[in-house]
């Protein structure tokens, strides 16, 4: 049973920064990819952004590119988003998600999910 479980999150000022983690249980296998996604208050949960297990290669939405960082730690199992600049758009409950192989950007597309972690940025 694979087990996601994020934190990091919290109550930060506009501009300033913040690191999620999320440690995953289990063997993470070479073609899996995990991604961060975001859900606003009255929205649809977001992609953010994904980190191919093998190669770090990653992907971001275009709203926090220069912004955010992917990165994994293979010997922890954990994928971190490194979170600059923030701004109050970025407000929102953030999801670590896990797909068991290949790339997505779509929740749809994700296997297992954390519990989320909650990200207030104050204006």
């Known amino acids: 049973q694979v087990q996601l479980v994020e934190s990091g999150g919290g109550l930060v000022q506009a501009g300033g920064s913040l690191r999620l983690s999320c440690a995953a249980s289990g063997h993470i296998f070479s073609g899996s990819s995990m991604g961060w996604f975001r859900q606003a208050p009255g929205k649809e949960r977001e992609f953010v952004a994904r980190?191919?297990?093998?190669?770090?290669?990653?992907l971001y939405v275009d709203s926090v590119k220069g912004r955010f960082t992917i990165s994994r730690d293979g010997a922890k199992n954990t994928v971190y988003l490194q979170m600059n600049s923030l701004k109050p758009e970025d407000t929102a409950v953030y999801y670590c998600a896990r797909k068991t192989m290949g790339l997505g950007v779509r929740a749809s597309d994700y296997d297992y999910w954390g519990q989320g972690t909650r990200v207030t940025v104050s204006s």
């Open positions: 980190i191919k297990w093998s190669d770090g290669s990653t």
